[in-house]
């Protein structure tokens, strides 16, 4: 009788794990993914505030429209392109630069079902439209950087795997979302069920562009170890800035905009 409870309990415990395995599985694009898309209305009273700010538009090889707000800079000045986090509509960065400064060229790219760009997102959407911007972006900049911010780490690690970069500016990264994943779901077989595993330590070793990583020394989403091992693993130059705060505040601390401003200038 008691084998019997005993064997009853591992079977609903069985149930409940493959539930719950189930639920991760089909859950994952609203986890990873949390989609902000813009109302024209917002984006026309995001541009009457930035008059220096320009909507610009492409449409992926699949016929995706994508949007883009563009940032021009000073003459003979960097082109960044920036890719932003997994809940991020990236004209919030147009207050940013203009509070903070830089005389960087800026492309804040939505990512697919974010801002003003159509379709939905997925790794293989956001790392090819990312190539789809920078091979069709008529850009006037000689010198080209890539900056990911969390998320956005992945998409620009793949586009610096992929074409030439004069640097890439990396805030809050990871090293494989599998990883990352496995740390917060340790009991569910994470390997076996992510689809969007944005493997940036195994492209890290033959990037040869110059890297600023800036990892936040109290990150709760990303811990710091996951920064430290894609630095470790990066083929190029490469410099590790130590922020203090969390994940969503280590922009805020001092040593943050002078460090990329210096990178991008120094390049």
């Known amino acids: 009788m008691e084998l019997g409870l005993l064997g009853g309990i591992a079977k609903l415990a069985g149930v409940v794990w493959l539930g719950a395995a189930l639920a991760a599985f089909f859950a994952q694009d609203k986890l990873i993914f949390q989609a902000r898309p813009t109302p024209d209305a917002v984006r026309e009273a995001v541009a009457a505030r930035h008059p220096e700010a320009y909507e610009t538009f492409i449409t992926a090889p699949d016929g995706t429209r994508l949007h883009a707000w563009h940032v021009k800079g000073a003459a003979n000045s960097p ?15 147009l207050d940013e630069i203009r509070r903070r400064g830089t005389d960087s060229a800026w492309l804040f790219i939505d990512y697919r079902g974010y801002g003003g760009s159509g379709g939905a997102p997925s790794e293989d959407a956001l790392t090819s439209d990312a190539l789809a911007w920078y091979d069709g972006f008529p850009r006037e900049n000689a010198r080209v950087f890539a900056f990911g911010r969390s998320l956005g780490s992945g998409v620009a690690v793949h586009l610096a795997s992929q074409r030439r970069l004069d640097g890439v500016v990396l805030l809050t990264p990871f090293d494989s979302m599998v990883e990352v994943a496995k740390q917060h779901y340790p009991l569910l077989p994470v390997s076996l069920l992510l689809r969007h595993r944005f493997d940036s330590v195994s492209l890290a070793p033959k990037i040869t562009a110059p890297l600023l990583c800036l990892a936040a020394q109290d990150d709760e989403v990303i811990p710091i170890e996951h920064a430290r091992l894609l630095y470790g693993a990066w083929g190029g130059q490469k410099r590790f800035v130590e922020l203090g705060g969390g994940h969503n505040g280590a922009d805020g601390h001092p040593d943050y905009w002078p460090a990329v401003r210096q990178f991008l200038a120094n390049r």
């Open 79 to 93: 082109l960044v392109l920036y890719f932003g986090g997994n809940a991020e509509e990236v004209s919030w960065m």
